[in-house]
Nanobody, 122 residues
Framework: QVQLVESGGGLVQAGGSLRLSCAAS????????MGWFRQAPGKEREFVAA????????YYADSVKGRFTISRDSAKNTVYLQMNSLKPEDTAVYYC???????????????WGQGTQVTVSS
């Protein structure tokens, strides 16, 4: 079992930055790949970014590439999503997820946080 708790969401103006955090507990942090997803009102949940177990490999959706950075801190059992140059279309509930099988692929995640709202005003 993995428990995930997100924080760091909020309201920001377009062009601004936010950093989301996701604290993990319950299973050895280094055994799981971690990812971020988001869901905007009326839309399906979509993949945003992922990081492999070692933290050496990262993956991004095209829509956030070059603006968002995912990272993990094994000492703190925490994964981060640094979001820069935010746009109104980034507005969504952001979810942290863990893949116990270790794969970073969007279909691999079996543990989810409760989500944190990010709102970008124009």
């Amino acid at each position: 079992q993995v428990q995930l708790v997100e924080s760091g969401g909020g309201l920001v103006q377009a062009g601004g930055s936010l950093r989301l955090s996701c604290a993990a507990s319950g299973r050895t942090f280094n055994s799981v790949a971690m990812g971020w997803f988001r869901q905007a009102p009326g839309k399906e949940r979509e993949f945003v970014a992922a990081i492999n177990r070692s933290g050496r490999l990262t993956y991004y959706a095209d829509s956030v590439k070059g603006r968002f950075t995912i990272s993990r801190d094994s000492a703190k059992n925490t994964v981060y999503l640094q979001m820069n140059s935010l746009k109104p279309e980034d507005t969504a509930v952001y979810y942290c997820a863990a893949a116990s099988g270790g794969s970073w692929r969007p279909s691999a995640y079996d543990y989810w946080g409760q989500g944190t709202q990010v709102t970008v005003s124009s």
